[in-house]
């Protein structure tokens, strides 16, 4: 067996295992150039072994561009690097703002951030995010509002009512949860209603901040919700490879990095 087919049954492994592998995490870890992974994955996806995506590759019959993961086995994933974000972006909240925290993990983990200083006016469609804010209240200056609507699997209230509250409002600044961000397909969401409730979201608002950890680029979900320069700033994590940071970066307004360590 040669080195590059150790190699390249490695990097099957390791997309099997964690469903996604990145071109540039893949040079670093064998030592070899991007080049040489980018071959790999070509002899990979002819073969039948991987699916490419943009900047790297995911196993065939992974999830699907429908498939919505609940929440729950969503939280733990990339917590470090969620967490890290929602720091980042707390210091975006001003004291008296309205802020938007649409549904998803990484909001969740700001909203519980914020529940230590709940200062301003907030407006969510999650359930989860709400039962987090509202024993913060306690006679304070906050205020927290939960739209109506269809409850989905990933945990946002969604749907015409969700959507018409929405309409009504208008909000300083959206923390918005993706299922994915790509630079051709923008951010997507697998679930119709959502992105529509999404929508609705972003013309309500202000500024618009898209959290998502380095694990979302290149995932597309079914449907679009807004094209990557439709937002003001996303807030990543340093584990993204600095060759698709900068590319990222030429495609968004603002791009802000935040430490995981």
């Known amino acids: 067996m040669t080195r590059a087919d150790v190699r390249r049954t490695a990097i099957v492994a390791r997309a099997r295992a964690r469903g996604t592998v990145r071109t540039a995490e893949l040079a670093g870890m064998f030592s070899v150039s991007e080049m040489t992974v980018r071959r790999d994955i070509d002899v990979l996806v002819g073969e039948g072994l991987l699916d490419r995506v943009y900047g790297g590759a995911t196993v065939p019959g992974g999830a699907t561009r429908a498939e919505e993961p609940g929440f729950d086995a ?9 967490i890290a974000i929602a720091k980042e972006a707390l210091a975006m909240i001003r004291p008296g703002s309205a802020i938007g925290l649409s549904a998803g993990t990484t909001t969740w983990h700001l909203a519980s951030a914020l529940a230590e200083r709940l200062d301003c006016t907030v407006i969510t469609n999650s359930v989860h995010i709400a039962s987090v804010l509202f024993p913060a209240l306690n006679g304070g200056h906050g205020h927290v509002l939960l739209t109506g609507g269809e409850r989905t699997p990933s945990d946002a209230l969604v749907g015409p009512i969700a959507t018409g509250a929405l309409g009504r409002l208008h909000l300083d600044v959206l923390f918005l949860g993706v299922h994915g961000m790509d630079p051709d397909f923008g951010f997507t969401t697998p679930n119709l209603l959502e992105a529509e409730t999404n929508r ?3 013309h309500a608002a202000r500024h618009v901040a898209v959290l998502a950890d380095h694990t979302k680029l290149g995932t597309v ?3 679009t919700m807004a094209g990557l320069r439709d937002v003001d700033v996303v807030i990543t994590d340093d584990g993204m490879p600095e060759p698709e940071r900068q590319d990222l970066g030429e495609h968004v307004r603002e791009l802000r990095i935040a430490p995981a360590g």
């Open 74 to 82: 969503k939280l733990l994933r990339e917590e470090r690097e969620k």
């Open 200 to 202: 609705a979201f972003i």
């Open 221 to 223: 979900g079914m449907t």
